[in-house]
């Protein structure tokens, strides 16, 4: 009986082997890169990583209806993808505080750059980031758009101890939110705003950007650049 459930187990063995088919296709290794620019600056976008944008990518060399794939963009506009296989896509960046792009076609082999460039739902301008009397940050801001859009929710003053500053990182205490969900947008967009951040630590560098956004279908929000401001 033992030997009988040897070589049953053997047989087994042998048709799997025998059954499986070896895959000898080419990893991807392919390269999409590219900037997202803020048609209002002329400036590749300011967002943040990830909760920016993301690049669609639908490949079209096979199916007119392809499952589509997505990376994430990076905060400083520009986008780099290296593990794509070879064929014709249809490429936009999705997701972002931004009104929707049209898709651009374009087959992938080796290194190709895309450009696009898209209008942003607000845009965020400050006048001012200084100390007053040693350990208080007042930060000065406004608020524009060049396209009507969704109602403004709110903008916010983003404080860290790190570069990457944002959504995602952030000193809640040090960060106050501006809810504008029942202000006007006309009145929002007139208004100039001041911040006054407290319980800063001497001696400590933070990281300091504005940002606002509105009732878009991901809440993203629209930055300016981030400043970096050392306590005394």
Do not use: H
Request: hydrophobic share 35%; net charge negative.
């Amino acid at each position: 009986m033992k030997y009988i459930q040897f070589f049953f187990c053997v047989s087994l063995l042998v048709c799997i082997v025998a059954c499986e088919k070896l895959d000898n296709y080419d990893e991807p290794a392919e390269t999409l890169t590219g900037k997202v620019i803020d048609q209002v600056t002329g400036e590749p976008l300011i967002t943040e990583q990830p909760n920016g944008y993301r690049i669609k990518l639908s490949e079209i060399s096979w199916s007119e209806n392809p499952e589509p794939e997505y990376f994430w963009g990076k905060a400083d506009g520009t986008f780099n993808n290296t593990k794509l296989f070879a064929g014709t896509y249809e490429v936009s960046p999705v997701e972002g505080a931004f009104f929707d792009v049209s898709p651009q076609t374009v087959e992938i082999k080796g290194r190709v750059e895309l450009e696009f460039k898209v209008i942003p739902y607000l845009s965020v301008a400050t006048s001012g980031v200084e100390l007053k009397g040693g350990n208080t940050l007042e930060v000065i801001y406004t608020i524009s758009r060049s396209q009507t859009g969704d109602k403004i929710l709110d903008s916010r003053v983003f404080v860290s101890t790190n570069p990457n500053v944002g959504t995602n990182i952030l000193i809640t205490d040090l960060s106050p939110l501006n809810n504008l969900s029942e202000t006007p947008d006309e009145v929002v967009l007139e208004t100039t705003y001041t911040e006054a951040i407290t319980g800063l630590e001497k001696g400590q560098t933070y990281y300091v950007r504005v940002g606002a956004r509105t009732d878009n279908p991901n809440k993203r929000y629209n930055f300016t650049p981030v400043t970096a401001v050392t306590i005394p």
